[in-house]
């Protein structure tokens, strides 16, 4: 299994800032993945970052909206930028499991950001 | 890409009653399949999955089979409890999670 965490667990934001989230993972893997759950909602697929790449973003994702980065094999972060009420939000950072476990997913426990 | 559709809830069920969430999947190929599980105020857990057709997850006394001929992974446990309450993620290897599905077990 992978053990994953984020940084912060929660904040409240003004309308128009940007927030960065981090994501650690204690063992090396090769892909990682932002999620975002609203309130009641399932998890929606922001974008997939690869280390020594461009993130992949899902439809209605923009980079210029949710830049990402992957600066080494165990780290990542997501920036909410420019951010408006709508954006109010868990966001989950996810990686795929190593060795023997490589096609499940793991989470990290989420970032609960709530934009005023 | 792999999708699923997954029964909506909310489910509500009393203590040692039979559950079963629907979870049918669209595929390229057999991907492996999960079920997810996120407790109140809590993170995803993996809660079960079978990497091929006709395979049986299980875990906790939850089990779901991976059936090849009716596209399905259907998630079971023959006597919920309490501590059950939470919802429940359908999702095929590629990333994309169904609606989930939130239970409820009333003691």
């Known amino acids: 299994s992978a053990v994953i965490s984020q940084k912060p667990s929660r904040d409240i934001c003004q309308r128009g800032t940007s927030l960065t989230i981090q994501c650690q993972v204690d063992?090396?893997?090769?892909?990682m993945f932002w999620y975002r759950q609203q309130p009641g909602q399932s998890l929606t697929l922001i974008a997939t970052?690869?280390?020594?790449?461009?993130?992949?973003?899902e439809s209605g994702f923009v980079i210029d909206k949710f830049p990402i980065s992957r600066p080494n094999l165990t780290f990542s972060t997501l920036t909410v930028s420019n951010m408006s009420p709508e954006d109010s939000s868990i966001y989950l950072c996810?990686?795929?499991?190593?060795?023997?476990?490589?096609?499940?997913?793991?989470f990290g426990p989420g970032t609960r950001l709530t934009v005023l | 890409g792999n999708s699923v559709t997954q029964m909506e809830g909310p489910v509500t069920l009393s203590e040692e009653a039979f559950l079963t969430i629907n979870c049918t999947y669209t595929?390229?190929?057999?991907?492996?399949l999960f079920w997810y599980v996120q407790y109140p105020g809590e993170g995803l857990q993996l809660l079960l999955k079978?990497?091929?057709?006709?395979d049986k997850g299980s875990n906790k006394g939850f089990e779901a089979t991976y059936r090849k001929e009716t596209t399905s992974f259907h998630l079971e446990k023959g006597s919920v409890q309490v501590s059950d309450s939470a919802v429940y993620f359908c999702?095929?290897?590629?990333?994309?999670f169904g609606a989930g599905t939130r239970l409820t077990v009333k003691p």
């Open positions: 079978a990497t091929k057709a006709d």
């Open positions: 996810s990686v795929d499991g190593a060795r023997a476990s490589t096609d499940t997913q793991y």
């Open positions: 063992s090396q893997v090769t892909m």
């Open positions: 595929a390229t190929g057999y991907p492996s």
């Open positions: 999702a095929p290897r590629g990333r994309r």
């Open positions: 970052a690869n280390q020594g790449s461009e993130a992949t973003y």
